[in-house]
């Protein structure tokens, strides 16, 4: 029994560890920081996990991968945890490594390690390194890297929640100030519609809208005014404030924030000192990358204008700017421009000089009318695919391990060659396990026989032929257990190298075989040429790993089944080759190009416009 003081040790030991559990909980729960979170997310995930002696997890971050958290805190890591990390990394999935100990020695430490993947994109790998883990150990240790392996995605999108609420808003904001710009009825309007608007959401004491004419910035609205009145040195102060952000060419704001760099700002200091604000913020309107105008914002005290102000006046900006560029360009009647352009271009086509227009016009009517009568080969082009006409799957015949292997993608092989073996050794424990069974029913039978019971004969003979058969179906699992080639070819996938050990299932495919000697092209053809591709029609195709060698096709067979790829969709068009290369491989790509028939240029530039526009008035014709 424990004596009071080491019930009290223990007891002491226990609400430590119970207090720390609930400050790593805590900071998991309720800290955004990634750090933080990616520290406390480990201590657990190791203090949860048996035998763990180091650990380390790697994030992406904007420099890319790199540590963000190691347990303990203050570990060096090792060599061994960095190559384990990189392997999963570099495989995309969780793997395990242990070495072999010499007899006497201790085992050594196994390693494991499982990607972080959210979708397609990898965000990192957790490794971990468990000293004298058994293999229920290591198992159970994989699978509570994979269920904890979720803390880290729902960080990310908690994390990720609060930016896109954030842009959220301000989108909104921009969008219901843009739509006071596009209904007002004039430049002027729009202009002071926005400096209202900005003016009450941002609860600014004023509000300006600036544009540029000629170089130079002139006043086009204001919160709260109708009409900029005699105010000069108000409308002077603002101006100059505009002309400052838009010759730095970004947004300015005074007094200048902590830690901000040093930026000319005496326009802004002296509008802020004659009108009293505490703070004033100037925003350029860009339009295409062209300085166009200013956004200008009083506020009466310098802490009303933070960063999420200024993001979301940019935003605004980023929007009003365009909308404000329209209504000034409609000022003026459009058909009175379009009769101006129409005017002007009939003019110097028919009138003296300008003849390089009327040359380039020439030119123009002569391409075209090449182009109407001129006629050559259409081809359609697709993505085309080296298969092998055979294909065989190779898979594993029975569940049980990875033993040895002998073979992977890449590799020649022949007829009867292993590729790889199975662990059969409890597969040899239950033969001599029957053989055993089998010889005491022999045994049974000779007394029986000789004690003349023919009752005895008959059941011991039924199980003597029983043992037989379990003997004969050991044998067959057991010659399973090798994986050989079927035939001579070439393995196109299948890699078994870092897979020693790992359990297989009964129709698991581990290799693909294909033989070299006869191919079939694959040719993704789009569903609006496919109807012109006919059997017996010619074609080419070139390899991307053979570019200057072009192999003569005849298309063999079209699949009345389409596919979804790119957005599009697409047939599976077979061809046959006209000749054989020993240079080529089974999922070779490549371009392939299918002839169908003689057409004019015209029509082959534009049948797929004319196709789509046809097939839109046929839908929407009443």
Request: charged share 25%; proline share 3%; aromatic share 6%.
């Amino acid at each position: 029994m424990l004596s009071e003081g080491q019930a009290g040790a223990s007891s002491s030991g226990r609400a430590s560890v119970t207090v720390l559990d609930q400050v790593l909980w805590s900071t998991l729960a309720g800290t955004a920081e990634l750090s933080s979170f990616a520290r406390a997310w480990l201590a657990l995930q190791c203090r949860q996990l048996d035998r763990v002696e180091r650990a380390v997890l790697v994030l992406r971050g904007p420099e890319g991968l790199a540590p963000a958290a190691r347990w303990p805190e203050g570990d060096a890591g090792s060599p061994e945890l960095a190559e384990i990390a990189e392997l999963a990394l570099e495989e995309r999935r969780g793997v395990a490594s242990r070495g072999r100990a010499a007899a006497g020695e201790e085992a050594r430490a196994a390693l494991l390690a499982f990607p972080l993947i959210e979708g397609e994109t990898l965000h990192g790998v957790i490794a971990v390194q468990c000293q004298g883990a058994g293999d229920a150990v290591i198992r159970e240790t994989m699978r509570a890297l994979q269920w904890g392996a979720s803390w880290i995605e729902l960080h990310r999108r908690r994390v990720a929640a609060g930016s896109d609420t954030s842009r959220l808003r301000q989108s909104f904001a921009a969008l219901e100030v843009t739509a006071c710009a596009l209904n007002a009825t004039s430049f002027g309007d729009a202009a002071r519609a926005v400096a209202t608007e900005l003016a009450v959401r941002l609860q600014a004491s004023r509000v300006a809208v600036g544009w540029l004419k000629r170089d130079r910035i002139k006043l086009a609205g204001m919160s709260h005014t109708v009409a900029i009145g005699t105010r000069m040195d108000s409308v002077a102060d603002l101006a100059s404030a505009m002309d400052e952000a838009i010759d730095q060419q970004a947004s300015l704001l005074y007094p200048v924030p902590e830690g901000a760099g040093v930026l000319g700002l005496r326009a802004h200091a002296a509008l802020a000192t004659r009108r009293g604000a505490g703070a004033v913020l100037t925003v350029p309107l860009v339009v295409e990358t062209e300085m166009l105008g200013a956004i200008t914002v009083e506020c009466a005290e310098a802490t009303m204008i933070d960063q999420e102000m200024v993001d979301l006046v940019e935003a605004i900006a980023a929007l009003v700017g365009p909308a404000l560029a329209t209504a000034q360009r409609q000022e003026r009647w459009w058909i009175a421009i379009g009769l101006d352009i129409i005017r002007r271009d009939i003019g110097k086509l028919i009138g003296p000089e300008h003849y390089l227009l009327k040359l380039s016009t020439l030119a123009a009517a002569a391409v075209i009318a090449f182009f109407a009568l001129y006629t050559t080969d259409y081809q359609i082009s697709g993505h085309a695919v080296l298969e092998g006409e055979v294909r065989r799957s190779i898979a594993a015949s029975l569940d049980g391990y990875i033993a040895t292997e002998r073979a992977r993608a890449g590799q020649m092989v022949r007829k009867g060659d292993v590729l790889a073996t199975l662990d059969s050794s409890e597969l040899n424990l239950q033969r001599l396990r029957w053989i055993a069974t089998r010889e005491q029913h022999r045994l049974e039978l000779n007394k029986a026989l000789s004690a003349g019971q023919r009752a005895e004969v008959a059941i011991d003979n039924a199980q003597v032929e029983a043992a037989n058969s379990e003997i004969a179906l050991l044998d067959e699992e057991i010659a399973r257990t090798r994986i050989v080639a079927p035939f001579d070819g070439l393995v196109i996938s299948g890699d078994l190298s870092q897979s020693v050990g790992v359990p297989v299932q009964r129709a698991q495919v581990l290799f693909e075989l294909a033989p070299l000697d006869s191919y079939r092209v694959v040719v993704r053809v789009p569903d609006s040429d496919v109807g012109r591709v006919a059997v017996d029609r010619p074609g080419q195709l070139v390899l991307s790993a053979l570019p200057d060698d072009r192999f003569g096709l005849a298309v063999s067979r079209i699949t009345p089944v389409s596919d979804q790829a790119e957005g599009s969709n697409f047939f599976r068009v077979e061809a046959r080759l006209d000749r054989v290369s020993d240079r080529l491989r089974p999922n070779m790509e490549g371009v392939a190009r299918l002839s169908t028939g003689e057409h004019h240029l015209i029509w082959i530039w534009s049948h797929h416009l004319i196709d789509t526009i046809r097939l839109w008035l046929w839908a929407w014709w009443p």
